[in-house]
């Protein structure tokens, strides 16, 4: 099981932690490092879990968290704090969070958590699963609870990275996405590598999702980047 996760942590050496971690664990990870920029996500995009710091810059994350609920967005909290008395969890659960795990952590505990908070939006991992965590374009088909790829009904193997990849282009599709958004949203790199690794990751996705297809979904863009699309 892995999923989408938004991270809002401020403590960039926690947060670089926690994604690692998670990223290991084969889930997407965004992250936020204020609460302003936490809350435009939460309410922006489709997470499946939220793991939020309750001190935050800009906004705090109780301040976030009942704005998230008061804009209707239930996509499971867990709430992390060094503030771990009985009174705090409870203002946090009262906030509306759907867990709370005191500083410090160990990650082993925290992904347990993420993986319950997973399985109880997917109605106990026997029911049948929310439409937005399937993803399509077409006859492809990605789902981001089972991560299974398929197109026209054939299975397609996807490595970690692919997965990420093509999840990025699905939510994205009818859109030219560039290098840059790539590198930030699959690879987590906020500079420019100076390596081919997105053209090389594209070009095996294309081999795998159009090879043998009479409509192609991969796109190049000259001189802007990539597009997922019908046309």
């Not at 920029?37 to 499946?48: E, K």
């Not at 590598?193 to 999702?209: E, F, Q, W």
């Amino acid at each position: 099981m892995a999923g989408r996760i938004l991270l809002v942590e401020d403590d960039a050496q926690i947060a670089d932690y926690i994604a690692r971690g998670l990223d290991e664990e084969g889930f997407t990870v965004d992250r936020a490092g204020n609460g302003r920029d936490g809350l435009f996500l939460a309410t922006d995009s489709q997470f499946d879990v939220v793991v939020l710091d309750r001190m935050l810059p800009a906004m705090d994350g109780l301040a976030l968290l009942k704005a998230m609920r008061a804009a209707e967005v239930q996509t499971p909290v867990i709430m992390l704090s060094a503030l771990g008395s009985t009174d705090d969890r409870v203002a946090g659960l009262t906030a509306g969070a759907d867990d709370y795990l005191p500083k410090p952590f160990s990650f082993a505990e925290l992904l347990a958590r993420v993986q319950a908070l997973m399985r109880r939006g997917a109605g106990g991992g026997g029911t049948a699963k929310p439409q937005d965590t399937v993803l399509r374009c077409a006859d492809l088909e990605l789902d981001r609870l089972t991560r299974v790829v398929k197109r026209g009904g054939r299975k397609i193997a996807m490595q970690p990275r692919e997965f990420r990849l093509l999840e990025y282009m699905l939510l994205h599709q009818g859109e030219v996405v560039t290098r840059t958004m790539l590198l930030e949203a699959v690879w987590d790199y906020h500079f420019d590598p100076g390596t081919n690794v997105i053209d090389v990751h594209i070009s095996r996705l294309r081999r795998k999702i159009d090879d043998g297809e009479v409509q192609a979904l991969f796109h190049t863009v000259r001189g802007a980047g990539y597009r997922l699309g019908t046309e």
